[in-house]
């Protein structure tokens, strides 16, 4: 077996440096966030219009994805909006659990009705749509 000298060991560390740096500031930097935009819209009636020939049927799949992206930006605001009370919580040494319970239970009740709206669409949508076509859009 071949010994390893010391000029290989050094070699070695430095390139494990650059390495491990990178998978710490991966590791600690925040998700990125999906952006709900027109072009989101426009992607998915592109998509429906590709998938779906029959316009009623295709406006109707249009429809319930331009609601089911609303839905989407709503929650999604809701969860920064959240993030946010929780950072200005924890800043505040004194913040006690109740007030930490209190804004989950505010949270839960407007989280709750907008998920099972996201839920109800999402059923819509199948309800439209074969299970190939589903396939397609969801791709």
């Known amino acids: 077996m071949k010994r390893l000298t010391n000029h290989k060991v050094a070699f070695f560390l430095l390139a494990l440096i650059p390495m491990v740096f990178w998978i710490v500031v991966s590791c600690s930097s925040a998700p990125k966030k999906v952006e709900l935009t027109e072009e989101t819209t426009a992607h998915w009636n592109a998509s429906v219009e590709k998938t779906i ?3 009623e049927r295709a406006a109707k799949v249009k429809e319930l994805g331009q609601q089911l992206i609303d839905v989407s930006k709503d929650i999604q ?6 993030n946010q ?43 439209e749509v074969s299970a190939e076509e589903w396939k397609h859009l969801m791709k």
Not at 77 to 82: F, G, H, M, R, T
Not at 100 to 123: A, H, V
């Open 85 to 127: 009370k929780m950072i200005t919580l924890n800043e505040n040494y004194d913040a006690s659990k109740e007030e930490l319970q209190k804004m989950l239970g505010e949270f839960e009740k407007t989280r709750n009705p907008k998920f099972d709206q996201y839920r109800d669409i999402i059923f819509a949508m199948r309800s």
């Open 53 to 55: 020939k029959e316009p």
């Open 77 to 82: 605001q809701d969860i920064e909006a959240l």
